[in-house]
């Protein structure tokens, strides 16, 4: 099942910089995306969402951005920071109160 | 803040035994998940469960998997004869009647020998 997917198994950024983590999809249904970080041996922490009905959505040092005509969506840290390293995880849902397809996860690391 | 707990944090098992996981989902959520990662992989949806039904079942939640909602605070996950495949952890999740952000448990680790 490949309906999400994260081609980018890590990324390593210096603390300061901006993180891009990117995400595609395939499902023209899916209408909710979130993204997750998650850190070993813990559950998947919920950060931000957004609708298709929207292309943007901000929250302090994130941003969600979504391309339908692409399917893509990406993540957005700015300024990084050491804490924020964890696995990233897109997932897409269909319709309300509906599974959560996820994508592989990448791997964040935030240099000092 | 609240959250959704889970207990066991891990379980060992022999194959063929049968286990019971537990989750206290968010106390005002209506929705219901089970969810497992098995080492390396995606997270894989099981099975979702609104209005004291499964509303929803993956693939991998065959005739030895259940769930059931004892009481007003309890969701279980009971797996009847456990194989070696299902090691894996296995996370809870909530959400509320808007039914769009998913909460996570911290996971039950599942090993089964």
């Known amino acids: 099942d490949q309906q999400v997917k994260q081609n980018s198994p890590s990324l390593s950024v210096q603390e300061g910089r901006i993180s891009i983590l990117n995400c595609d999809y395939t499902?023209?249904?899916?209408?909710?995306f979130l993204w997750y970080k998650k850190y070993p041996a813990e559950g998947p922490t919920f950060l931000i969402s957004?609708?298709?009905?929207?292309d943007k959505n901000e929250d302090g040092r994130f941003t969600v951005f979504l391309n339908k005509s692409a399917k893509h969506l990406s993540l957005h840290i700015v300024p990084s920071q050491p804490g924020d390293s964890a696995v990233y995880f897109c997932a897409a849902s269909t319709l309300e109160g509906g599974k959560l397809i996820f994508g592989q996860g990448t791997e964040l690391s935030v240099k000092p | 803040e609240p959250e959704v707990t889970q207990t066991p944090s891990h379980q060992v098992t022999q194959m063929g035994q049968e286990v019971i996981l537990r989750c206290v989902p968010i106390?005002?959520?209506?929705?219901f998940y089970w969810y497992r990662q098995i080492l390396g992989q995606k997270v894989e949806f099981l099975v979702s469960?609104?209005?004291?039904?499964?509303?929803?079942k993956s693939e991998i939640f065959d005739d030895q998997f259940s769930v059931e909602r004892p009481d007003g605070s309890n969701f279980t996950l009971k797996i009847r004869s456990t194989k070696l495949e299902d090691s894996a952890m296995y996370f809870c999740a909530s959400s509320d009647e808007k039914a769009e952000t998913q909460y996570f448990g911290p996971g039950t680790r599942l090993l089964v020998l």
């Open positions: 957004i609708s298709s009905i929207k």
């Open positions: 106390s005002n959520h209506l929705y």
């Open positions: 469960f609104y209005n004291n039904e499964i509303s929803e």
């Open positions: 499902n023209s249904m899916f209408d909710y």
